[in-house]
């Protein structure tokens, strides 16, 4: 069954604007990892956040996490054309630190 | 660094051929690697833990007779779909992680094979 569940679905903003993704999960973790798929490619790691953290950052990424509310969410700053990708938000639950579930994931669409 | 390869990208075969999926991890050793199968425009569901030495592990669900995994090194895992049918017709995903603190590092994902059984 699926951990993660992102909102909104999908996303369209225009090239500048700041995109904002949420992730909410059921049950407690180790860690929440973001990740982007291109369309038809694998994923690739954007950002790590431990479950003692709140936020983090890593150039126009922004990352929070509030376990009180099982949710995380993704920043965007200064969204480019080439930010468009869907982005799938993943947990490491407690107790089984090596398997990650995914979230239903983002669709971003980045307009010039 | 931490590439993970994954061949082939594309593999069209018919109905109760077997199909074998390659997945390496070119600089880094993993004794762990993972199988994923996504959906067109949905989430990535896992299949399987493959092991290095050991026999993959399972998810709910997934057949282990219909996807033979194989994890002959450390750099190596191998999804075999076995009898494959239209409804095996997907995107699979293989991932790995380096060596070390599982509890704080990414996964690396290779760029995925679409399978199409006709």
């Known amino acids: 069954s699926q951990q993660g569940e992102e909102d909104p679905q999908a996303l369209s903003i225009q090239e500048g604007e700041n995109a904002t993704m949420n992730c909410s999960y059921k049950?407690?973790?180790?860690?929440l990892q973001w990740y982007r798929q291109n369309s038809g490619r694998g994923l690739v790691h954007l950002i790590l956040i431990r479950s003692n953290e709140r936020e983090k950052h890593s150039g126009r990424l922004r990352v929070t996490l509030d376990t009180s509310k099982k949710s995380s969410s993704l920043l965007i700053t200064a969204s480019r054309a080439a930010d468009t990708a869907s982005y799938f938000c993943?947990?490491?639950?407690?107790?089984?630190?090596?398997?990650?579930?995914f979230g239903t994931g983002t669709r971003l669409q980045v307009t010039l | 660094g931490a590439v993970v390869s994954q061949h082939p990208s594309r593999v069209i075969c018919k109905s109760g051929t077997s199909v074998k999926i390659e997945c390496r991890s070119l600089?880094?050793?993993?004794?762990?690697m993972f199988w994923y199968r996504q959906f067109p425009k949905k989430s990535l569901m896992l299949m399987a833990t493959?092991?290095?030495?050991?026999?993959?592990?399972?998810e709910q669900g997934v057949e282990k007779d219909k996807f033979l995994i194989n994890h002959a090194s450390l750099t190596l895992s191998t999804l075999t779909v076995t009898s494959a049918h239209p409804e095996d017709s997907s995107f699979y995903i293989c991932s790995a992680r380096e060596l070390g603190d599982a509890y704080n590092s990414p996964l690396h994902f290779g760029n995925g094979t679409r399978l199409t059984v006709t």
């Open positions: 049950t407690s973790i180790n860690n």
């Open positions: 493959s092991n290095e030495g050991s026999k993959a592990t399972y």
């Open positions: 600089d880094f050793q993993a004794t762990t």
């Open positions: 993943a947990t490491a639950l407690t107790g089984t630190a090596s398997k990650l579930t």
